[in-house]
T-cell receptor, first 114, second 111 residues
């Protein structure tokens, strides 16, 4: 079974702090994704990585950056956390077999920024 | 941009009843997927249907796809309390590996 793990289930940070969210997958997937999920807005793609050191902006990249130094690990960085970044963050991975490939999700990190 | 839209937004049924959720999308696709999310957890892939398929089954799940109407439905038969979750449809975003998710249908199955 594919396993995608995220470093924390719950996280509380203060405004202005630098926040790191880590995601690790064990299936040698090339593609990895970071989403945020908010009530009424659904899942929105923040960043996408299709290979080590390669990244692509999603729909809402402002205020976020990412790092992919190893194939299995994809980090989301909030450079200076703000209250409007309070959200559920979901990481996913997939093979690059073709358009619309199935994505495998981690359990999510619920981030509260005070 | 929003591709898939689920309908209804919320559905409440009794255990043993069938639950039907619908998804409409806007542009041509080569496949459509359904995912489930239990409260406060990550999404779990349920089923993928390709554009050349009209119907697909997996256990108590039945998915249909009507490409002429740009719509799909997910039927859960003989529902159980454990089926309580949000259900999302997802469609490819262009020719790359990204997916666009709808806002989901919240299904509540009452014991």
């Amino acid at each position: 079974d594919v396993k995608v793990t995220q470093s924390s289930r719950y996280l509380v940070k203060r405004t202005g702090e630098k926040v790191f969210l880590e995601c690790v997958q064990d299936m040698d997937h090339e593609n990895m994704f970071w989403y945020r999920q908010d009530p009424g807005l659904g899942l929105r793609l923040i960043y996408f990585s299709y290979d080590v050191k390669m990244k692509e902006k999603g729909d809402i990249p402002e205020g976020y950056s990412v790092s992919r130094e190893k194939k299995e690990r994809f980090s989301l960085i909030l450079e200076s956390a703000s209250t409007n970044q309070t959200s559920m963050y979901l990481c996913a991975s997939s093979f690059p077999r073709g358009p619309g490939e199935t994505q495998y999700f981690g359990p999510g990190t619920r981030l509260l920024v005070l | 941009s929003q591709q898939g839209e689920e309908d209804p937004q919320a559905l409440s049924i009794q255990e043993g009843e069938n639950a039907t959720m619908n998804c409409s999308y806007k542009t041509s696709i080569n496949n459509l997927q359904w995912y489930r999310q239990n409260s406060g957890r990550g999404l779990v892939h349920l089923i993928l249907i390709r554009s050349n398929e009209r119907e697909k089954h997996s256990g108590r799940l039945r998915v249909t796809l009507d490409t002429s109407k740009k719509s799909s439905s997910l039927l859960i038969t003989a529902s159980r309390a454990a089926d309580t979750a949000s259900y999302f449809c997802a469609t490819p975003q262009g020719s790359n590996y990204k997916l666009t998710f709808g806002k989901g249908t919240l299904l509540t199955v009452n014991p």
